[in-house]
Antibody, heavy 129, light 107 residues
Framework: QVQLVQSGAEVQKPGASVKVSCEASGDTFIGYTIHWVRQAPGQRLEWMGWINTGNGNIKYSEKFQGRVTITRDTSASAVYMEVGSLRSEDTAVYYC??????????????????????WGQGTMVTVSS | DIEMTQSPSSLSASVGDKVTITCRASQTITRYLNWYQQKPGKAPKLLIYAASNLQSGVPSRFSGSVSGTDFTLTISSLQPEDFATYHCQQSYSPPPTFGQGTKVEVK
């Protein structure tokens, strides 16, 4: 069973950048899609973007487009998420999560769906001057 | 974006109680709804996918159902390890969006 292990907590100043890593252990994650989700204090979980570790396709939330960069290193079984131009509102726990593809039949119809089945332990990023 | 609204935001319950949490979508999402459990300082854990399917290893006291745009997570008999925050998430239309969470506390 694959586990996702993230890099440690970070403290950064406003305007700086931070890069968080997410490494797979226990099994390969090649071919899966890895998402990034963050949770600011007292706020709901917020999706940021995903990368397909097989073909390298990437999709960002419109909110973070231009300020977030997601990359992969297949040789290291790792995915990275960099946030630039940090502001205090970016203080949050950042999670990577694996997308689990789902296929099922309901009322004679076939459905394709997905969920986040494996999560990293989270990386706390604090933005403070 | 599809807005997800959970109710209540928090509730107090005792071990053995039946607990029901509701999640409402701002538009139709058919059965594209997942539930997660999150304990303090931990990552969310997938409980239920596609509205009513139990993730492998999740106890059968957890169940999910749907009626229109209203989704329900039920814990049939609350156990000590179930005190946590529960989140719903829609996977119908990108971007995936989450509810604000429901905290289940000790009464």
């Amino acid at each position: 069973q694959v586990q996702l292990v993230q890099s440690g907590a970070e403290v950064q100043k406003p305007g700086a950048s931070v890069k968080v890593s997410c490494e797979a252990s226990g099994d390969t994650f090649i071919g899966y899609t890895i998402h990034w989700v963050r949770q600011a204090p007292g706020q709901r979980l917020e999706w940021m973007g995903w990368i397909n570790t097989g073909n390298g396709n990437i999709k960002y939330s419109e909110k973070f487009q231009g300020r977030v960069t997601i990359t992969r290193d297949t040789s290291a079984s790792a995915v990275y998420m960099e946030v630039g131009s940090l502001r205090s509102e970016d203080t949050a726990v950042y999670y990577c999560a694996r997308e689990m593809p789902i296929e099922y039949v309901w009322a004679t119809n076939r459905y394709l769906d997905d969920a986040f089945d494996i999560w990293g332990q989270g990386t706390m990023v604090t933005v403070s001057s | 974006d599809i807005e997800m609204t959970q109710s209540p935001s928090s509730l107090s319950a005792s071990v053995g109680d039946k607990v029901t949490i509701t999640c409402r979508a701002s538009q139709t999402i058919t059965r594209y709804l997942n539930w997660y459990q999150q304990k303090p300082g931990k990552a969310p854990k997938l409980l239920i996918y596609a509205a009513s399917n139990l993730q492998s290893g999740v106890p059968s006291r957890f169940s999910g159902s749907v009626s229109g745009t209203d989704f329900t997570l039920t814990i049939s008999s609350l156990q000590p390890e179930d005190f946590a925050t529960y989140h719903c998430q829609q996977s119908y239309s990108p971007p995936p969006t989450f509810g604000q969470g429901t905290k289940v506390e000790v009464k």
